[in-house]
């Protein structure tokens, strides 16, 4: 049956209704022989192809231009001049992972010696650090109160430490654990409030946790491979937040329901890096193919590829500037690339950390970046 | 049996492609429109784009405390040393 989109969706319905209630009993569409359970699963097999070829070819029909064609009448962007304004110093091995608290002036840092330091970056002091009980500590998050920071790696955990404004006290003693994967922790985000904690792990799950209780409210499931990273959606466009995977895919969750409502599978290795666009309305991803890539969740299709043929090592880390138009990755090759995200080029190349760049994040306000490195600092750059 | 978890991880994929394949799209047209519009109604705001007045950008500007680095160092000490005569006058 070839059929239009409509017939093999009845088809296709008909079978699973009957092989769930375990009738193997012919549908008028099919010949006159009986149905066996490894025919039903080829017959998936051919539909689920079906409806992958249907999926691209909608998503081909509107594909009626590029991006760059759209954005050539805007004008270039003049030359930048971007630098290190602050060294922090003070990790003692690779620096994993950052975050900004909204105060748009300190900043929380973990690393592969197990420590986590809270900086104020205006004057490089560091306000705490904590001693975490295992080494590769890959993600950090702070809290939107600025009152706790959210830390984990090979622990498999996610814990939250209140920062205390006594310097004296011991932060390890208030720590609670709150989520517990099987497998590494990658990623971490509080949602809206220090009340829960979207984690992403190495064993392909992402889950939404209550900080309070450490009780599991949502696991999302459908990565076959490790789960790198994670953002959550600016808080105007809903419940919804996207990751990014080792197997090269990058899903779109509705958080209420647990559901993958989009799914994009453009790049041609691990995604390490995702971030949405300001509006909410796209996000970029950055991989190990050496390609930053930009998706828009209304046409549902890759809509702009940044890459150059003289970059060949992979993008670690990636984020936008306030408005959308600059996007800032990360680098194995130690160095910052600054795209033009309207018209594909690259607007600014920026060399100064002398390891793979790891972490990067534009401040609260847009004011500055940071970025993270193998090479044990991070530096923020305006 | 492997066969019927195969079967169930089979018609989850088909039953997840069906709710991707009806997903609502708009053209690449209208999407990149609206992602061009965001970026010029916002840039006059994004201090990395266009740069901030000289003094509202705290991290282009020194502050007055420790732990700088190269010459803005330097310069705040002479500054303090001179400083410093005057009130010995």
């Known amino acids: 049956f070839s059929g239009s989109f409509g017939e093999v969706y009845q088809t296709f319905h008909l079978s699973i209704y009957m092989s769930s209630n375990n009738k193997f009993s012919i549908s008028p569409e099919m010949a006159t022989q009986e149905v066996q359970p490894n025919e039903t699963l080829s017959n998936l097999k051919a539909e689920s192809d079906t409806l992958k070829t249907k999926l691209e070819d909608e998503r081909a029909k509107l594909h009626d231009v590029e ?45 592969q010696d197990g420590k986590v330091i809270v900086w104020d970056a205006f004057t490089t002091n560091k306000e705490h650090a904590v001693t975490m009980p295992c080494t590769w500590v890959m993600a950090c998050a702070y809290a939107p109160s600025g009152c706790a920071v959210a830390c984990g790696g090979l622990d498999n955990k996610c814990s939250v430490y209140p920062l205390s404004l006594d310097k004296n006290e011991n932060l390890a003693a208030k720590k609670k654990s709150v989520a517990m994967h099987t497998n590494y922790l990658s990623a971490c985000s509080f949602t809206n409030s220090d009340m829960q904690i979207l984690t992403s792990s190495g064993d392909g799950t992402c889950a939404l946790w209550d900080v309070e209780s450490g009780q599991l409210l949502q696991s999302f499931h459908g990565h076959a491979a490790d789960v790198l990273c994670l953002d959550l959606a600016p808080s105007e466009t809903g419940n919804t937040f996207i990751s990014g995977g080792c197997d090269k895919k990058a899903n779109v969750w509705d958080m209420r329901s647990g559901q993958c409502i989009q799914s994009f599978e453009t790049h041609e290795s691990d995604i390490n890096s995702v971030r949405y666009y300001p509006s909410g309305d796209a996000f970029a991803s950055g991989s190990d193919d050496a390609t930053c890539r930009l998706y828009d969740l209304r046409a549902d299709r890759e809509v702009a590829i940044y890459s150059k043929e003289s970059i060949i090592f992979g993008a670690s880390s990636v984020d936008f500037s306030l408005s959308g138009r600059l996007l800032f990755g990360g680098y194995n090759d130690y160095t910052i690339n600054v795209w033009d995200v309207l018209k594909g080029t690259r607007v600014s190349i920026l060399f100064g950390h002398e390891n793979r760049v790891s972490a990067l994040r534009v401040s609260p306000d847009g004011t500055a970046f940071c970025s993270g490195s193998w090479d044990h600092t991070l530096r923020v750059w305006a | ?49 266009v740069g901030v007045p000289t003094g509202s950008n705290p991290f282009r500007e020194p502050r007055s405390c420790n732990l700088f680095q190269g010459q803005q160092n330097i310069r705040i000490m002479q500054r303090k040393t001179y400083i410093g005569t005057q009130k010995n006058d």
């Open chain 1, 67 to 111: 991006l760059h064609q759209v954005a050539e009448k805007v004008d270039g962007l003049g030359q930048f001049i971007m630098k290190t304004r602050r060294t922090l110093k003070g990790h003692g091995n690779k620096v994993l992972c950052m975050d900004w608290c909204k105060d748009k002036r300190r900043i929380v840092s973990s690393s």
């Open chain 2, 1 to 49: 049996m492997t066969s019927n978890s195969n079967l169930s991880n089979m018609r989850r994929l088909v039953d997840q492609l069906k709710l991707e394949a009806s997903v609502e799209r708009i053209k690449v047209s209208q999407a990149a429109a609206e992602l061009q519009q965001y970026c010029l109604q916002n840039a006059a705001k994004d201090a990395l784009l």
